[in-house]
């Protein structure tokens, strides 16, 4: 390997060692590893678009509302279900109700038109449970499982993003440490 001297002539012929290249390699370097660091700690991944911008952020974190006051069917059925525009209304129906997203979902709510949300992929490359996966909401939520386990810290995100590949390696662990059924007809019907 060649070592990076020059000889400086005014210098009298003393070797000088050629610092341009090195401290450039070394800020490329620190900014490399800025830039994986901070990605890694604060992931700049969002999720699909929607045609009505929605925040879990601010409604779950900020201001606190439970995952079942909108999915109220996660408790009682298999799905949890999207929550229909009436119960955006239950609070939009008075609240902030000249802000864009708001005047939209109004707007779309009294038109009658149907909302087509996007899916957050949260199975591999799937939009959807393989139809020979049973996978009840209902049950895990009267157990205590909190929604974040699976889905993430909801309460931190804005347009929601998969955090967990949710495979069969994953649901088997999470019934090890809860002491769960690992009988294959427990989730494989």
């Given amino acids: 390997m060649k070592r990076a001297y020059v000889i400086d002539q005014r210098e009298g012929?003393?070797?000088?060692?050629?610092?341009?290249g090195v401290l450039t390699a070394s800020i490329f370097a620190v900014m490399l590893l800025i830039y994986y660091g901070y990605n890694f700690y604060y992931p700049a991944q969002l999720g699909p678009e929607q045609p009505i911008p929605f925040s879990h952020?601010?409604?779950?974190?900020?201001?606190?509302?439970?995952?079942?006051?909108?999915h109220e069917t996660v408790a009682s059925q298999a799905g949890a279900g999207l929550p229909p525009l009436e119960t955006c209304l239950l609070c939009h129906s008075r609240l902030?109700?000249?802000?864009?997203?708001?005047?939209?979902?109004?707007e779309t709510f009294f038109s009658r038109q149907p909302v087509v949300w996007q899916r957050v992929k949260y199975v591999d490359s799937f939009n959807y449970m393989p139809d020979f996966v049973y996978f009840n909401h209902a049950v895990h939520i009267r157990r205590s499982?909190?929604?974040?386990?699976?889905?993430?810290p909801v309460k931190e995100m804005d347009r929601l993003v998969r955090?967990?590949?949710l495979n069969m390696g994953?649901?088997?662990?999470?019934h090890k440490y809860y002491n769960a059924s690992h009988?294959?007809?427990?989730c494989h019907r």
């Fill in 13 to 20: 012929g003393y070797r000088r060692f050629v610092w341009g």
């Fill in 57 to 70: 952020r601010l409604h779950a974190g900020v201001k606190g509302i439970s995952c079942l006051v909108c």
């Fill in 96 to 106: 902030i109700t000249h802000f864009p997203p708001i005047a939209l979902l109004r």
């Fill in 145 to 152: 499982i909190d929604c974040g386990h699976c889905h993430g």
């Fill in 163 to 165: 955090v967990q590949n």
């Fill in 170 to 174: 994953f649901c088997i662990t999470c």
């Fill in 183 to 186: 009988d294959c007809y427990t």
